[in-house]
């Protein structure tokens, strides 16, 4: 069993950033691959990105490259998630998912993912 909790989140003006965290409880979790997906008011819950078990890989969708990274810590059982260059549109509760993922994904979809964290609200104002 693996317990997931967000936290960083934050109201932030546009251009600016966040580091969201989420940590992981269980001692499997450097085992298990980590994505961030978030949702905004009204609309379906997207991915942001994706990393490996071992930290190699990462995974990002189009809208977020080049502005999050994500990045991991293995020996304090967490995961980080970079955000610069925030907008607006980024405006979303976030959340964090982790579960065992076969080599070669899919990494960015939410089905590939057992493990959920309760999710941690970004707001971006103009």
């Known amino acids: 069993q693996v317990q997931l909790a967000e936290s960083g989140g934050g109201l932030v003006q546009a251009g600016g950033s966040l580091r969201l965290s989420c940590a992981a409880s269980?001692?499997?979790?450097?085992?298990?691959?980590v994505a961030w997906f978030r949702q905004a008011p009204g609309k379906e819950r997207e991915s942001v990105g994706a990393?490996?078990?071992?930290?190699?890989?990462?995974y990002y969708t189009d809208s977020v490259k080049g502005r999050f990274t994500i990045s991991r810590d293995n020996a304090k059982n967490t995961v980080y998630l970079q955000m610069n260059s925030l907008k607006p549109e980024d405006t979303a509760v976030y959340y964090c998912?982790?579960?065992?993922?076969?080599?070669?994904?899919?990494?960015?979809?939410?089905?590939?993912?057992?493990?959920w964290g309760q999710g941690t609200q970004v707001t971006v104002s103009s």
């Open positions: 998912a982790a579960d065992r993922i076969l080599v070669g994904g899919p990494y960015l979809r939410a089905e590939s993912y057992g493990y």
């Open positions: 269980g001692r499997t979790f450097s085992r298990y691959a």
């Open positions: 990393i490996s078990w071992t930290g190699v890989s990462t």
